[in-house]
């Protein structure tokens, strides 16, 4: 492969909302990062509650167990509000660059035996194939992760250049 292929993809947001928005990863509450610590949040909420409507119930060395309980769920609700931030920020980061694709007229991927180039509207971004960490498919999209991330649907290339593509990249990362 010594010289250089070029692989035009034609981007529809709703391509890349399905797969970076599935499994209510844009959920501020139950998305992977926050389902946790909401839930944790909840049900220590539910002890606060149920220990404040005991609370004449207390003798006076077991009236600690309100404060405690209290401090619990303070910690537990700004773990959870600092995991709303890093979803919100995410999700307004993968917005804006949806917006970018969406209205950009070239999107391409130019490749050779030694370098990596996506071209979003002039914008290039070069990488060396040893640069790629990590490389994955599915039926639904191809994973990049390196020195730059990219995803590419399947829907956004013809069959015949995503098989091209894996093969390429199975060929060129070492992971």
Same mark, same amino acid.
């Given at each position: 492969?010594?010289?250089? /292929?070029?692989? $035009?993809?034609?981007?529809? /947001? *709703?391509?890349?909302?399905?797969?970076?928005?599935?499994?209510?990863?844009?959920?501020?509450?139950?998305?992977?990062?926050?389902?946790?610590?909401?839930?944790?949040?909840? $049900?220590?909420?539910?002890?606060?509650l149920i220990v404040f409507i005991f609370?004449?119930?207390?003798?006076?060395?077991? =009236?600690?167990?309100?404060?405690?309980?209290? +401090?619990?769920?303070? @910690?537990?609700?700004? +773990?959870?509000?600092?995991?709303?931030?890093?979803?919100? /920020?995410?999700?307004?980061? $993968?917005?804006?660059? @949806?917006? *970018? @694709?969406?209205?950009?007229?070239?999107?391409?991927?130019?490749?050779?035996?030694?370098?990596?180039?996506?071209?979003?509207?002039?914008?290039?971004?070069?990488?060396?194939?040893?640069?790629?960490?990590?490389?994955?498919?599915?039926?639904?999209?191809?994973?990049?992760?390196?020195?730059?991330?990219?995803?590419?649907? *399947? /829907?956004?290339?013809?069959?015949?250049?995503?098989? +091209?593509? *894996?093969?390429? @990249?199975?060929?060129?990362?070492? =992971?």
């Amino acid at each position: 492969m010594s010289e250089e /292929r070029v692989i $035009v993809l034609k981007p529809k /947001r *709703k391509d890349f909302e399905e797969i970076y928005f599935n499994g209510n990863q844009g959920s501020l509450f139950f998305s992977a990062t926050t389902r946790g610590k909401t839930i944790t949040t909840i $049900v220590v909420g539910a002890i606060l509650l149920i220990v404040f409507i005991f609370r004449n119930d207390f003798t006076r060395e077991k =009236a600690g167990i309100l404060y405690f309980v209290s +401090f619990l769920f303070l @910690l537990c609700a700004v +773990f959870l509000s600092v995991s709303i931030n890093k979803v919100s /920020r995410w999700k307004k980061q $993968v917005n804006h660059y @949806l917006t *970018k @694709l969406e209205n950009c007229s070239i999107y391409e991927i130019r490749f050779d035996e030694n370098f990596f180039t996506v071209n979003i509207d002039g914008e290039k971004e070069t990488s060396e194939w040893k640069d790629f960490e990590y490389f994955d498919s599915n039926n639904d999209c191809i994973v990049l992760e390196g020195k730059y991330s990219y995803m590419f649907p *399947k /829907r956004s290339m013809s069959e015949k250049d995503y098989s +091209f593509l *894996k093969q390429v @990249l199975k060929k060129n990362i070492t =992971a």
